[in-house]
């Protein structure tokens, strides 16, 4: 118990640690996209390739905890880990009564191996159902495996139960299922193998009504990203590094060595029933997804990852065949490379930051307008987390693809009815500047987070009157706009012809008494839009947050000067800075 407890922690540790790190990627928006359809079971007909139970599940988990990123991540972590805990008495009951692979050491090596594999990490940390896929498989493989040993009415169930929500939770469980009837055929007695056979159907026929109602309707649903893997020979070396790490060439040695056993340095095959078994499920799972390949796009790691189970008690077999020294050996480099190293990582899109440079300045009433083709997802999660609650956050890509007959006019009809749109945008696809531009609607500013040299930009539009300029000042600066908040004020500015020095704007409050209470400097847009770079006519949002100052009313003003030498740029009527008509009451 010791030894398994200390593994149990290992993999908390590396399925917890750093698991909120990273921003929700395409696939993680997906799942939250379906979780806030009004009509769960309709969105899954409609819009995604995959049945409800996960989704059901996820959805009671989050009433609970709450649906921030590490929360949702937590609950694929939580059957990751029972899946290294579940992967004990798997081992332990395919070889019980085996005087060789039976050794207690075995199945802790197994679930060691699980707690260390890079890619059962990856989807430990990954708002999807592939942990509870994993978990659920193990527990199918274990039912049946007690059934075979004891086939009375309990463990049937179990394992009939079991394969049922399996099937609902992932359709790529139906392997397990496959090799579970292949090993019953092959090496079970007439009446038990006539009853399994008998039992598998039953699960399918538990999980009919689903396929008949919901999931046949869903194979002309869009596939989404183009994520599978041709099938070939080098995506079969790949998924051999993706699945065995860099030390492939050892793993692959134990993965072979676990199929017999070398006792006395003899090569033992019997009993071969349950080796049998762990290979079907390998090579079922790998090659029926290989070949599937080539008329569907199903092949991708995450996609085959239930295999790693089989894989595990293989290499655990594999080193059980080691002399002890060597296995220790052995064992002890596999610690220290996967708790050193990476081998499987995915650098996933930082919406994160993109929605935050989109909710920085973003006011109530405002709207969010979307052309990053499957980000818009986890885009919205951000957005829905971190913008004015009323913000009306719209996706073109999905305009085009669920609305198709409102696509471009209802785009168009309502961004009339914003004055500010924050767009954000990753695309080759530039319709959303033309829409924008067709309403009205000027480009004020411009933010860009990088991702591996990609620019995911996000852009203010704003509506400008045709009213003059509040102030004008005398080195070219024109003051269109301003808008005063208790903690903040925003200038939109223009020079009409380029500006050669970089100014500084003082934005500032004054008391009843005329003295300065709140002030903010700096170049125009926090020192992103220096005055030295505008270009003749360009509009220019420049927004100064404030301190916090007491209820009161405020004269609001704002000053231009250079920095390097204090000489100060009054207005053109002779004023040394301008001042708003109006007053900022701040209750």
């Not at 056979?197 to 009504?209: E, I, R």
């Not at 065995?244 to 029933?273: D, E, F, K, T, Y």
């Amino acid at each position: 118990w010791g030894a398994l407890t200390a593994i149990l922690l290992l993999a908390g540790v590396t399925r917890i640690l750093h698991i909120g790190d990273q921003a929700l990627w395409i696939d993680e928006g997906a799942t939250y996209f379906i979780l806030n359809q009004p009509d769960l079971v309709e969105a899954l007909r409609l819009r995604d390739h995959h049945p409800p139970v996960y989704y059901l599940l996820l959805k009671d988990w989050l009433n609970v905890v709450g649906d921030s990123v590490v929360a949702m991540r937590m609950f694929s972590a939580f059957f990751s880990i029972l899946s290294v805990a579940a992967v004990v008495p798997l081992t332990r009951a395919i070889h019980k009564g085996d005087p060789w692979f039976g050794a207690s050491f075995v199945p802790l090596i197994a679930a060691l191996a699980l707690a260390l594999s890079d890619p059962e990490v990856v989807l430990a940390q990954d708002t999807r159902m592939y942990a509870l896929r994993t978990f659920l498989v193990i527990l199918s493989a274990l039912f049946y495996v007690r059934w075979t040993q004891q086939p009375i009415t309990r463990r049937a169930l179990l394992w009939i139960g079991t394969n049922a929500i399996l099937f609902h939770v992932q359709y790529q469980g139906l392997f397990i299922a496959a090799a579970q009837g292949l090993h019953a055929l092959i090496f079970l007695r007439e009446g038990v193998r006539l009853r399994a056979v008998a039992y598998l159907a039953l699960s399918g026929l538990l999980f009919t009504p689903w396929f008949i109602s919901v999931a046949w309707e869903q194979r002309d649903n869009d596939t989404g990203i183009w994520a599978s893997l041709p099938s070939n020979w080098n995506t079969v070396r790949e998924m051999i590094y993706k699945f065995l790490g860099s030390q492939w060439a050892v793993m692959g040695a134990l993965l072979l060595l676990g199929s017999v056993a070398l006792i006395g340095g003899r090569l033992r095959w019997r009993p071969v029933g349950w080796t049998f078994f762990l290979w079907a499920w390998l090579i079922i799972t790998f090659g029926v997804t290989f070949v599937l390949n080539f008329w569907l796009d199903v092949l991708a790691p995450h996609r085959i990852l239930l295999i790693t189970p089989a894989l595990v008690i293989l290499i655990a077999r594999g080193l059980r065949n080691v002399p002890t020294v060597g296995r220790e050996l052995l064992v002890t480099a596999m610690v220290v490379y996967g708790v050193t190293t990476v081998d499987d990582y995915y650098p996933k899109e930082p919406w994160d930051d993109m929605a935050a440079n989109m909710a920085r300045y973003a006011e109530p009433g405002q709207m969010a307008l979307l052309e990053v083709y499957r980000g818009d997802n986890p885009l919205t999660y951000y957005l829905d987390h971190g913008m004015p609650p009323d913000t009306r956050i719209e996706s073109l890509r999905q305009w085009r693809e669920f609305r198709p007959e409102q696509y471009p006019a209802g785009v168009l009809d309502l961004l009339s009815q914003y004055n500010t749109v924050w767009l954000g945008h990753w695309s080759p696809d530039l319709s959303a500047f033309s829409f924008l531009d067709q309403m009205g609607l000027v480009q004020t500013a411009l933010m860009t987070t990088d991702h591996w040299g990609n620019a995911l930009n996000v852009y203010r539009f704003d509506r400008m009157s045709d009213a003059p300029s509040l102030a004008e000042f005398v080195n070219g600066m024109k003051l269109l706009r301003l808008e005063a908040r208790p903690n903040r004020i925003d200038l939109w500015w223009r020079a009409d012809e380029p500006l050669a020095l970089d100014y500084s704007v003082s934005a500032f409050l004054l008391d009843a008494n005329g003295v300065l209470a709140a002030q903010h400097d700096s170049f125009p847009f926090e020192n992103g839009r220096p005055t030295s770079g505008w270009h003749s006519g360009e509009i220019i949002f420049d927004p100064h947050p404030l301190p916090a100052v007491a209820p009161g009313q405020y004269q609001v003003g704002v000053q231009i000067y250079t920095y390097f030498d204090g000489a100060r740029f009054g207005l053109i009527d002779g004023a040394d800075f301008f001042i708003l008509d109006s007053l900022l009451n701040i209750p």
